[in-house]
């Protein structure tokens, strides 16, 4: 007798809508909406290179908030950091800490290395 073990796997492949990009960028609901915006050419600012440290890859989420990736006590402190009265931008998150499982719409906030 013969078995044969497969392994399915998966993608779920998602969409972002870039304000003033015409085509909706598609990628995988396992990296993070840095790396799909970095892979499409998109211009965003990101110093750290991903660690949630500089807080320069800040991205407004227009639509689709609730298809997006809890947020992390590291990306809550870095978007508090300087500000007075220690509430979240409302719709702000950090590209670099943030995964869609779903389309979403999404306007960047800092363009540039």
């Known amino acids: 007798m013969v078995v044969i073990n497969t392994i399915c796997r998966i993608t779920v492949m998602i969409r972002i809508f870039v304000e003033g990009y015409d085509i909706p960028l598609t990628g995988s609901a396992a990296v993070s909406i840095l790396n799909i915006l970095l892979r499409n050419g998109v211009a965003i ?31 809550k402190i870095r978007l508090l950091h300087g500000r007075k009265d220690e509430t979240l931008p409302e719709g702000v998150r950090l590209a670099c800490q943030t995964y869609a499982r779903g389309d979403v719409r999404i306007k960047v906030l800092a363009t540039g290395r």
Do not use: D, Q, Y
């Open 45 to 75: 600012s990101h110093l750290c290179g991903g660690k949630a440290v500089c807080g320069t890859c800040r991205i407004r989420i227009l639509e689709g908030a609730e298809f997006l990736s809890p947020m992390k006590e590291s990306e």
